[in-house]
T-cell receptor
Framework: SQQGEEDPQALSIQEGENATMNCSYKTSINNLQWYRQNSGRGLVHLILIRSNEREKHSGRLRVTLDTSKKSSSLLITASRAADTASYFCATEFWGGNTGKLIFGQGTTLQVKP | DAGVIQSPRHEVTEMGQEVTLRCKPISGHNSLFWYRQTMMRGLELLIYFNNNVPIDDSGMPEDRFSAKMPNASFSTLKIQPSEPRDSAVYFC???????????FGQGTRLTVV
């Protein structure tokens, strides 16, 4: 079963605008990760935020995590046409000496030039 | 490193035939994941291994699906017999384990007719 639920399912914005995607999950996690998938390609890791962190930045990406609400958001600032892709959150659970990575349904982002 | 390598990239087979998907993880990674992606169900975790040992196969849909990891550099996902509803893109990913980001292969697009 899927752990993360993302909204919106689809988002269309103009180049230069900011894009915000949200992710909610159901159970306790050790960390939450965001991935990007271009059409027809594999997923690429963007950023990881640990369960004891509240905010993290990487370039034009800003991720927040609220463990009390079991939710996370990904903000892409000053979007570019090249940011057009699907974005997925993934929650990681640690058991034994490995981690189980479960993905949400994803948000499809279209950035119009 | 060439990244995670999956083969074949595309597979078209007839219902009832056996299908074997192959994956070579990144050298040194000790966790390996098999995912299935469809429009309807999104990205589903089928099974994952740690140090070549299957840890959780609860996502494997039926007994027709089986996965092996005979050594640290090779894994297979087998479907026997295949059915049209198995048509999907199958991804393999590897990571360094807990807290490590997952690296995905390019996927195998399976079509069962």
């Amino acid at each position: 079963s899927q752990q993360g639920e993302e909204d919106p399912q689809a988002l269309s914005i103009q180049e230069g605008e900011n894009a915000t995607m949200n992710c909610s999950y159901k159970t306790s996690i050790n960390n939450l990760q965001w991935y990007r998938q271009n059409s027809g390609r594999g997923l690429v890791h963007l950023i990881l935020i640990r369960s004891n962190e509240r905010e993290k930045h990487s370039g034009r990406l800003r991720v927040t995590l609220d463990t009390s609400k079991k939710s996370s958001s990904l903000l892409i600032t000053a979007s570019r046409a090249a940011d057009t892709a699907s974005y997925f959150c993934a929650t990681e659970f640690w058991g034994g000496n490995t981690g189980k990575l479960i993905f949400g349904q994803g948000t499809t982002l279209q950035v119009k030039p | 490193d060439a990244g995670v390598i999956q083969s074949p990239r595309h597979e078209v087979t007839e219902m009832g035939q056996e299908v074997t998907l192959r994956c070579k993880p990144i050298s040194g990674h000790n966790s390996l994941f098999w995912y299935r992606q469809t429009m309807m169900r999104g990205l589903e975790l089928l099974i994952y291994f740690n140090n070549n040992v299957p840890i959780d196969d609860s996502g494997m849909p039926e007994d027709r699906f089986s996965a092996k990891m005979p050594n640290a550099s090779f894994s297979t996902l087998k479907i026997q017999p295949s059915e049209p509803r198995d048509s999907a893109v199958y991804f393999c990913a590897s990571s360094l384990g807990q807290g490590g980001k997952a690296f995905f292969g390019q996927g195998t697009r399976l079509t069962v007719v």
